[in-house]
């Protein structure tokens, strides 16, 4: 975005445009009387200074964000027939908003949460948003469950601050976030940057080809810049230091040319293998191992520009798991299903039901032809076009093809289902798996964080039942946590 050469030169004016004869004094009754309700240019200043912010996101509302171009470097057209996807070496224009979860607008960067990697493909068929994490997994694996899980992790009603009490209850009383816990204590839980961090698209995706076929796809996004995380105590100083480290970082590595780069890579299940594979496919707090479907190379993403106002741009950015493009669609995983509803709903409280058409967020290789109208700040693009469809007179019309092929295989009825369990389903092996892959030290810094954490709980029965999902994770892992949160609890 550009700014209007005549709009920051030449004399000062009013909002309507008119030139202001003095900026520095208000007018008064006589020197030393009352100010003047005829002085608009006080009350104008002082009115748009109220209304300068607008709710902040309830969550990721930390965040900071760069454009960039995404490269196709592998033909993938068996698998997908989104354009943007359509060649080896097609290059589309992205912005990607890097965000930490918990925290309120002004929050350290440095701290142990889980980043957000929300990336906008400004494609010719719509952009395509892909709002991701830097982790592959989730705490938990039903939307109904987020409102709950986010409470836990934001300012306590009564105390006003983030309560160790909550958060263990919380985990504690859901097993299901063992693995993304074990995750995130561990040294990938502060990334020194959000350079050095990869990012997932962590849900399951359908894609599906010309000839109708569907795969289900894992998004990976590895830095080029490699992993570099900060140990709890170099990020407890940094957060007092430079509470702005992420964004700092982001912007003047951009400024200085060193353009951070991520390979982009996919794992493919064709369809067909979704219902018999050992893992539901489409749980959030499992990933599909590697041995399982390797990660194929398909592209890369390269951030090359800051943008010139963070609020029009950074701010007032909107992402939707929901913007989907041809070839590509959601699978049944019922978070990714809440989340379809969540952000447009958020979006429209937010910013407004016309936020779509700011410049960061309407499509940027082709238009958005909608038969809505008018909402807070329509711009009159349609000028004086029919709002109607079907119509006489030459409007946009229907494709009758759909973005993505419809789910089959709904045997029972409604209800408030569980998702299917899968032969090796459970809350706490990839858990134990991942705290098995690692090194003896980065177990000890595991423990070390944990029990720093759950050390702070008020009640014993919090304390232990927290350690008991850890301990059915992996017997060692119990064991050694549970000595470390005694020892300092004593
Ligand atoms: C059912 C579960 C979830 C719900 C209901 C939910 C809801 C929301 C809402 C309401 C926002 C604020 C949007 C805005 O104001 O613009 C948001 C932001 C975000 N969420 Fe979620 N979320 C869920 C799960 C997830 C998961 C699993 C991920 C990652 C895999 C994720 C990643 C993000 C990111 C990256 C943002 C920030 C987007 C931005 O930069 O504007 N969320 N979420």
Same mark, same amino acid.
């Given at each position: 975005?550009?700014?209007?050469?005549?709009?920051?030169?030449?004399?000062?004016?009013?909002?309507?445009?008119?030139?202001?004869?003095?900026?520095?004094?208000?007018?008064?009754?006589?020197?030393?009387?009352?100010?003047?309700?005829?002085?608009?240019?006080?009350?104008?200043?002082?009115?748009?200074?109220?209304?300068?912010?607008?709710?902040?996101?309830?969550?990721?509302?930390?965040?900071?964000?760069?454009?960039?171009?995404?490269?196709?470097?592998?033909?993938?057209?068996?698998?997908?027939?989104?354009?943007?996807?359509?060649?080896?070496?097609?290059?589309?224009?992205?912005?990607?908003?890097?965000?930490?979860?918990?925290?309120?607008?002004?929050?350290?960067?440095?701290?142990?949460?889980?980043?957000?990697?929300?990336?906008?493909?400004?494609?010719?068929?719509?952009?395509?948003?892909?709002?991701?994490?830097?982790?592959?997994?989730?705490?938990?694996?039903?939307?109904?469950?987020?409102?709950?899980?986010?409470?836990?992790?934001?300012?306590?009603?009564?105390?006003?601050?983030?309560?160790?009490?909550?958060?263990?209850?919380?985990?504690?009383?859901?097993?299901?976030?063992?693995?993304?816990?074990?995750?995130?204590?561990?040294?990938?839980?502060?990334?020194?940057?959000?350079?050095?961090?990869?990012?997932?698209?962590?849900?399951?995706?359908?894609?599906?080809?010309?000839?109708?076929?569907?795969?289900?796809?894992?998004?990976?996004?590895?830095?080029?810049?490699?992993?570099?995380?900060?140990?709890?105590?170099?990020?407890?100083?940094?957060?007092?230091?430079?509470?702005?480290?992420?964004?700092?970082?982001?912007?003047?590595?951009?400024?200085? !040319?060193?353009? /951070? =780069?991520?390979?982009?890579?996919? $794992?493919?299940?064709?369809? &067909?293998?979704?219902? %018999?594979? #050992?893992?539901?496919?489409?749980?959030?707090?499992?990933?599909?191992?590697?041995?399982?479907?390797?990660?194929?190379?398909?592209?890369?993403?390269?951030?090359?520009?800051?943008?010139?106002?963070?609020?029009?741009?950074?701010?007032?950015?909107?992402?939707?798991?929901?913007?989907?493009?041809? !070839?590509?669609? /959601? =699978?049944?995983?019922?978070?990714? $299903?809440?989340?379809?509803? &969540?952000?447009?709903? %958020?979006? #429209?409280?937010?910013?407004?039901?016309?936020?779509?058409?700011?410049?960061?967020?309407?499509?940027?290789?082709?238009?958005?032809?909608?038969?809505?109208?008018?909402?807070?700040?329509?711009?009159?693009?349609?000028?004086?076009?029919?709002?109607?469809?079907?119509?006489?007179?030459?409007?946009?019309?229907?494709?009758?093809?759909?973005?993505?092929?419809?789910?089959?295989?709904?045997? &029972?009825?409604?209800?408030?289902?569980?998702?299917?369990?899968?032969?090796?389903?459970?809350?706490?092996?990839?858990?134990?798996?991942?705290?098995?892959?690692?090194?003896?030290?980065?177990?000890?810094?595991?423990?070390?964080?944990?029990?720093?954490?759950?050390?702070?709980?008020?009640?014993?029965?919090?304390?232990?039942?927290?350690?008991?999902?850890?301990?059915?994770?992996?017997?060692?892992?119990?064991?050694?946590?549970?000595?470390?949160?005694?020892?300092?609890?004593?």
């Amino acid at each position: 975005m550009t700014q209007e050469a005549d709009v920051t030169q030449g004399p000062l004016t009013t909002e309507a445009g008119a030139p202001v004869a003095d900026n520095q004094n208000s007018e008064t009754a006589g020197v030393g009387g009352p100010v003047l309700v005829q002085d608009q240019l006080l009350l104008e200043k002082l009115a748009h200074f109220n209304r300068e912010r607008i709710p902040e996101r309830v969550v990721h509302a930390r965040g900071a964000g760069a454009y960039g171009t995404f490269t196709v470097t592998a033909d993938v057209t068996r698998y997908t027939r989104a354009a943007f996807l359509s060649e080896v070496g097609k290059e589309t224009e992205t912005f990607l908003r890097f965000s930490t979860v918990a925290g309120n607008l002004g929050a350290a960067d440095a701290v142990r949460d889980p980043r957000g990697f929300a990336l906008k493909f400004y494609t010719e068929e719509g952009n395509y948003d892909l709002v991701g994490n830097n982790t592959p997994v989730f705490f938990i694996k039903d939307a109904i469950k987020f409102p709950d899980f986010i409470h836990t992790q934001k300012r306590d009603p009564y105390t006003g601050s983030q309560e160790a009490d909550n958060v263990w209850d919380f985990w504690g009383l859901s097993p299901e976030s063992t693995h993304q816990v074990t995750w995130l204590f561990g040294d990938r839980g502060i990334p020194a940057s959000y350079r050095h961090m990869n990012g997932y698209g962590s849900h399951t995706y359908q894609w599906n080809n010309e000839a109708g076929e569907v795969f289900w796809v894992k998004y990976h996004f590895k830095t080029d810049q490699g992993i570099k995380s900060l140990t709890q105590a170099e990020a407890d100083r940094l957060a007092g230091e430079d509470p702005d480290s992420h964004q700092r970082d982001l912007r003047e590595s951009i400024e200085r !040319g060193e353009y /951070p =780069s991520w390979t982009v890579q996919v $794992q493919i299940m064709p369809a &067909a293998e979704a219902a %018999a594979y #050992r893992f539901n496919p489409f749980d959030l707090t499992k990933v599909w191992p590697h041995e399982d479907y390797p990660p194929i190379e398909i592209g890369r993403l390269e951030l090359n520009r800051n943008p010139e106002n963070i609020f029009a741009e950074v701010e007032q950015s909107v992402f939707s798991p929901a913007h989907f493009v041809p !070839g590509i669609g /959601p =699978s049944p995983d019922k978070m990714l $299903q809440g989340r379809l509803f &969540a952000y447009g709903d %958020a979006h #429209r409280y937010r910013v407004g039901i016309n936020a779509g058409q700011l410049p960061v967020n309407r499509p940027h290789a082709t238009e958005a032809r909608t038969h809505s109208r008018d909402g807070h700040l329509y711009d009159g693009r349609h000028q004086g076009a029919k709002n109607y469809e079907p119509n006489s007179f030459g409007g946009p019309f229907q494709t009758d093809r759909p973005l993505w092929q419809p789910s089959a295989d709904f045997t &029972a009825g409604t209800g408030d289902h569980e998702a299917p369990a899968h032969a090796e389903d459970d809350d706490f092996v990839q858990a134990g798996n991942l705290y098995r892959l690692m090194s003896e030290d980065e177990k000890g810094r595991l423990i070390g964080n944990l029990a720093g954490f759950i050390a702070k709980v008020s009640r014993d029965d919090i304390a232990e039942r927290a350690i008991s999902n850890f301990r059915r994770a992996d017997g060692h892992f119990g064991k050694r946590l549970e000595a470390a949160v005694q020892a300092l609890r004593g």
